[in-house]
């Protein structure tokens, strides 16, 4: 094995949502004599029984301690509820080889969305209400909270940490929004957690990244690469494919299922591996569309058959005049299409083929087919809804059987449509963590569920494609 000299900064995330722009190649650097690789994450452990249907922070800064070892080359603005079960690449940092005892991380500039479930009015918080007033009962809002600290420094395990050449590992951080959030006033002082896990066993996978939507910037045929430009707050990264990637949907456009099926200016999925040598390498490329414009949201209102309002998690590109975390209400054009995104998980019996099948809670990507109309909400119109994997942290209440099992403790925007509790469907296909199946969970445990969300005769439920045990 080559000596490794790069520090490679991954943020795991339910996809990494943000207002960042610019450009940065994430080719691995010839190694330096006396450094070592380390890969970086972030995770979010979400508040139970609040609603908080977005969260941002730019991350401002992360160094390793003695000597303020910068981790971070750019600021990043993230999203961070989608932690609780995606992951992003953020770059590539030199790392010298010694003993490291803590790690500090700067924060800045926190935007919440939430919904006020508290049953009385809120108002007269330090930050405010972004656009001033109150936030009434069951009024979704948002929130400038005020950040107590603005920096977190982690000592405790894996600390003091030992770099060596020749032994890669990566540092995965836990941002708790549950205890970060001051219940009085829902300011800010944030708490995180650490742990260090070396390279998937017998591999060179070190972590893996999940449905990150982006726009085709360029495609290197003769290196095999293609670079995709995301809004999440990542910059641009470069993506390596070969014979073990597997192609999607360009057959719809009368393209080829592999590389010389990408162009410029595409709108693709990809489901990226964090290689031990610092590249990435595409194990799903799935076409999404040649639309100009696609953009993610969670379902927060069904106002009738025609209309909806979304909270906007991620835009590719970024859309003039919204931001991540922003209501918008959308309008349902007549004949538009509906279907769901990952056919690779067994959805066999479930149904997305209309506005019948749409329910609060579901994550979907619009295509506009207008302007932005002004208005609270501003509104656009669409004729294209594909269902999209959602996430939710809830309560493990019981186990029907080795594949299935039932959470309650939903988040609280599921109360007003009359959930109370979501069926969980397990396959071979589903990605478990901290647990080995659906047998290893207990009744109490706290679970961060990813997958699309259906209502098969009247049940709420998710095809998991993610399980991770909190």
């Known amino acids: 094995m080559k000596p490794l000299n790069q520090l490679l900064l991954l943020f795991v995330f339910v996809g990494l949502m943000g207002c960042g722009a610019g450009s940065y190649s994430n080719t691995t650097p010839p190694p330096n004599q006396g450094s070592a690789q380390v890969s970086v994450s972030i995770h979010d452990m979400p508040p139970m029984g609040v609603t908080v249907l977005s969260f941002q922070a730019t991350i401002t800064g992360i160094s390793m301690q003695p000597g303020n070892i910068s981790l971070l080359n750019r600021a990043m603005t993230l999203e961070m509820t989608q932690l609780q079960?995606?992951?992003?690449?953020?770059?590539?940092?030199?790392?010298?080889?010694?003993?490291?005892?803590?790690?500090?991380?700067?924060?800045?500039?926190?935007?919440?969305?939430?919904?006020?479930?508290?049953?009385?009015?809120?108002?007269?918080?330090?930050?405010?209400?972004?656009?001033?007033?109150?936030?009434?009962?069951?009024?979704?809002?948002?929130?400038?909270?005020?950040?107590?600290?603005?920096?977190?420094?982690?000592?405790?395990?894996?600390?003091?940490?030992?770099?060596?050449?020749?032994?890669?590992?990566?540092?995965?951080?836990?941002?708790?929004?549950?205890?970060?959030?001051?219940?009085?006033?829902?300011?800010?002082?944030?708490?995180?957690?650490?742990m260090m896990q070396q390279g998937m066993q017998g591999t060179n996978v070190f972590d893996e990244m999940d449905d990150m939507i982006g726009?085709?910037?360029?495609?290197?045929?003769?290196?095999?690469?293609?670079?995709?430009?995301?809004?999440?707050?990542?910059?641009?990264?470069?993506?390596?494919?070969?014979?073990?990637?597997?192609?999607?949907?360009?057959?719809?456009?009368?393209?080829?299922?592999?590389?010389?099926?990408?162009?410029?200016?595409?709108?693709?999925?990809?489901?990226?591996?964090?290689?031990?040598?610092?590249?990435?390498?595409?194990?799903?490329?799935?076409?999404?569309?040649?639309?100009?414009?696609?953009?993610?949201?969670?379902?927060?209102?069904?106002?009738?058959?025609?209309?909806?309002?979304?909270?906007?998690?991620?835009?590719?590109?970024?859309?003039?005049?919204?931001?991540?975390?922003?209501?918008?209400?959308?309008?349902?054009?007549?004949?538009?299409?509906?279907?769901?995104?990952?056919?690779?998980?067994?959805?066999?019996?479930?149904?997305?083929?209309?506005?019948?099948?749409?329910?609060?809670?579901q994550m979907v990507q619009i295509e506009p087919t207008s302007a932005l109309i002004a208005g609270t909400p501003p509104q656009l119109n669409t004729d294209h809804l594909r269902l999209m994997k959602t996430w939710m942290t809830a309560l493990v209440s019981s186990k029907i059987d080795a594949n299935t099992f039932i959470v309650n403790n939903l988040p609280a925007m599921f109360g007003p449509a009359g959930i109370t509790t979501m069926k969980i469907n397990c396959s071979p296909g589903t990605v478990f963590e901290n647990a080995s199946n659906v047998g290893a969970l207990n009744v109490g445990d706290t679970v961060s569920v990813r997958g699309p969300m259906f209502m098969p005769n009247g049940t709420a439920t998710i095809v998991a494609s993610k399980v991770m045990k909190r």
């Open 215 to 361: 726009q085709v910037s360029s495609v290197n045929t003769a290196s095999n690469q293609v670079q995709v430009a995301f809004v999440q707050g990542l910059p641009s990264l470069t993506v390596g494919v070969d014979s073990n990637t597997t192609f999607q949907g360009f057959d719809s456009i009368g393209k080829s299922n592999n590389l010389s099926g990408i162009a410029a200016d595409q709108i693709v999925l990809i489901r990226m591996q964090l290689m031990a040598g610092g590249n990435l390498h595409a194990d799903k490329v799935r076409f999404e569309s040649n639309s100009p414009q696609v953009m993610d949201g969670m379902i927060v209102a069904i106002n009738n058959s025609t209309q909806f309002d979304m909270v906007l998690m991620n835009e590719s590109p970024a859309f003039q005049g919204v931001n991540i975390g922003d209501v918008l209400r959308l309008n349902i054009q007549a004949g538009s299409m509906f279907d769901v995104d990952d056919t690779d998980l067994p959805i066999s019996g479930m149904s997305f083929a209309g506005a019948p099948n749409m329910m609060i809670g």
């Open 85 to 194: 079960a995606m992951s992003a690449y953020l770059g590539t940092i030199s790392v010298p080889m010694g003993t490291y005892t803590g790690m500090t991380i700067t924060f800045a500039n926190p935007r919440m969305t939430f919904l006020n479930g508290t049953g009385a009015m809120m108002g007269g918080m330090t930050g405010g209400m972004m656009g001033g007033g109150n936030c009434a009962n069951n009024q979704i809002c948002q929130f400038t909270p005020t950040i107590a600290n603005s920096s977190v420094t982690l000592s405790g395990s894996p600390f003091p940490l030992n770099v060596q050449t020749n032994s890669p590992f990566n540092l995965q951080m836990d941002f708790d929004l549950m205890d970060s959030m001051q219940q009085s006033n829902m300011n800010i002082n944030p708490m995180m957690s650490s």
